[in-house]
Each structure stands twice: as structure tokens, then as C-alpha cells.
């Protein structure tokens, strides 16, 4: 039962263009969502995160956004970078305190 | 910046043999994550602890085991590996509190041959 999910495996986008990833999920309980960034052979990478409390959240080039009646949340970033080439995973927690569940993760390309 | 350390970064190993996989972090967290990474998989919770000498089982069941003596240390230990324990292993921490965000290390790459 996966209860995070990331439906595209990857995404290519053209540098200096928005970068729009999505994760959607089915447990009500969650309330806390998080994007983490991922280089091949290392740890993800806390980006940014929202409480359900909230809709929309930015830091610099980030935006994450929350449809809570849709379930629903969205990583924006503008403008995109070839450096920012990397696996997203979204996440989330709630029910069960601070233990996350991860979507399969998004692979983005920025090409030059 | 998390200050979280994992030991050793790349691994390849023998079939049968015993090994340790260390994760060290410096801020202080009360709860400790390991998680299991195969290529274009999500994250799997396999261990964690929520402080010394608490330590629980995840969501993937794993032959591994965990220990949890000091507030900063939560080595990974696999008696006897095998092919099928080759993935990534990735362990993170977080403070305790309400809505907490968790901090990765840089994983360890193991190859059991």
C-alpha cells in the first residue's frame, strides 16, 4: 500500500525554465510533508517542507505547494539550474510522530 | 548544515562475513533513522531509536541490528551478509519535537559478493 506517491520517474526541463514536481498521497493523518533532493550515491538532502497548516511555503527558488482536499503537494523551482539535476523524493509524516514515508522519487534533468 | 557522518561511504564484502556500518552525529538528536535505498526505490525504514538503549524496528524487515548506547552513535551491524543485503544504507537523525524535519548522512554503498 503505498501511501506517498510520486507518479513521474523523471522529468526534463530546459535551464532558466520551472521545474514542477508532484507527490500525491492517501493517508489523511499525514501532516507534515517534505522535499528532499538526492545525488547518486549520497543522502537525500532536506529542500523545504510544509505543515498542513499552511498551502504554500518558499525558500529562494523553491515553492512547495499543498491542495489538502485533493492530497496533493507540488515542488516548484524557478529558475531551474543544471545543478539541480538530481532525484526529489517527497515525504511524509504524521500519524505514526516523526517517522517519514517517501515517495519512489522523481529523477530531474536540466539541460544547459 | 547537519553534521551527520556515516563510515564507511563504500563497502564490498564477502559473502558470510560480519559487518558494522557507523553512523555518528554531532547536534545532539534524540532519535536515529536507518533506512534501506535500492536504485530508483523509495526510502525503507528498516531501525530506529528515539534515545539510548531505545531501539525499534522499522517498517522493512531487515536481519540487521542496531544498538543505541550513546546519544550520538547508532552503528548497523549484519552478522553474516549475503548478495541480497547489497543496496544503499542511509541513517538520519532529527531533535524530538512536533513535525520534525530528518537529516541524512551520506550513506553507505555495500556490495556483498
Known amino acids: 500500500d503505498q501511501q506517498v506517491k510520486q507518479n513521474s520517474p523523471s522529468l526534463s526541463v530546459q535551464e532558466g525554465r520551472i521545474s514542477i514536481l508532484n507527490c500525491d498521497y492517501t493517508?489523511?493523518?499525514?501532516?507534515?510533508f517534505l522535499w528532499y533532493k538526492k545525488y547518486p550515491a549520497e543522502g537525500p538532502t532536506f529542500l523545504i517542507s510544509?505543515?498542513?497548516?499552511?498551502d504554500k511555503n518558499e525558500d529562494g527558488r523553491f515553492t512547495v505547494f499543498l491542495n489538502k482536499s485533493a492530497k496533493h503537494l507540488s515542488l516548484h523551482i524557478v529558475p531551474s539550474q543544471p545543478g539541480d539535476s538530481a532525484v526529489y523524493f517527497c515525504?511524509?509524516?504524521?500519524?505514526?510522530?516523526?517517522?517519514?514515508?517517501f515517495g519512489e522519487g522523481t529523477q530531474l534533468t536540466v539541460n544547459p | 548544515e547537519a553534521d551527520i557522518y556515516q563510515t564507511p561511504r563504500y563497502l564490498v564484502i564477502g559473502t558470510g562475513k560480519k559487518i558494522t556500518l557507523e553512523c555518528s552525529q554531532t547536534?545532539?538528536?534524540?532519535?536515529m533513522y536507518w533506512y534501506q535505498q535500492d536504485p530508483g526505490m523509495e526510502l525503507h525504514l528498516i531501525h530506529y531509536?528515539?534515545?539510548?538503549?531505545?531501539?525499534e524496528k522499522g517498517d522493512l524487515s531487515s536481519e540487521s541490528t542496531v544498538s543505541r548506547i550513546r546519544t550520538e552513535h547508532f552503528p548497523l551491524t549484519l552478522e553474516s551478509a549475503r548478495p541480497s543485503h547489497t543496496s544503499q544504507y542511509l541513517c538520519?537523525?532529527?531533535?524530538?519535537?512536533?513535525?520534525?524535519?530528518?537529516?541524512f548522512g551520506p550513506g553507505t554503498r555495500l556490495l556483498v559478493l
Open positions: 538520519a537523525s532529527s531533535e524530538r519535537g512536533y513535525q520534525e524535519t530528518q537529516y
Open positions: 493517508n489523511s493523518m499525514f501532516d507534515y
Open positions: 510544509i505543515s498542513s497548516i499552511k
Open positions: 515525504a511524509a509524516s504524521g500519524f505514526s510522530g516523526s517517522r517519514l514515508t
Open positions: 547536534m545532539g538528536h534524540d532519535k
Open positions: 531509536s528515539y534515545g539510548v538503549n531505545s531501539t
